[in-house]
Nanobody, 125 residues
Framework: QVQLVESGGGLVQAGGSLRLSCAASGRTFSSNAMGWFRQAPGKEREFVAA????????YYAESVKGRFTISRDNAENTVYLQMNSLKPEDTAVYYCAARKPLALVTTTPGKYDYWGQGTQVTVSS
């Protein structure tokens, strides 16, 4: 079982930056592929970024490529999402998710097994 706790959300002006953190419990973090997803009001949850176990492979939604960076610190059981050049359309609740140990990284939310409670990101224009 993995428990995930996100932090770092908030209110920021367009063009600003935020760094989200996701702290994971358990002893399998270094074997868990991790992802960030977001859900805006009235919309479905969508993929943002994902990272493989060792951090060697990363994937991004086209809408955030070049602006967001996902990274992980396996010694600290934490995954990060650095968000730069934020836009009002980035406003959403951001969720951290983990796959079961040794499962491959994926961009499909339904294939993730563990989810955090979410953190609100609001970008004002």
């Amino acid at each position: 079982q993995v428990q995930l706790v996100e932090s770092g959300g908030g209110l920021v002006q367009a063009g600003g930056s935020l760094r989200l953190s996701c702290a994971a419990s358990g002893r399998t973090f270094s074997s868990n592929a991790m992802g960030w997803f977001r859900q805006a009001p009235g919309k479905e949850r969508e993929f943002v970024a994902a990272i493989s176990w060792g951090g060697g492979s990363t994937y991004y939604a086209e809408s955030v490529k070049g602006r967001f960076t996902i990274s992980r610190d396996n010694a600290e059981n934490t995954v990060y999402l650095q968000m730069n050049s934020l836009k009002p359309e980035d406003t959403a609740v951001y969720y951290c998710a983990a796959r079961k140990p040794l499962a491959l990284v994926t961009t499909t939310p339904g294939k993730y097994d563990y989810w955090g409670q979410g953190t609100q990101v609001t970008v004002s224009s």
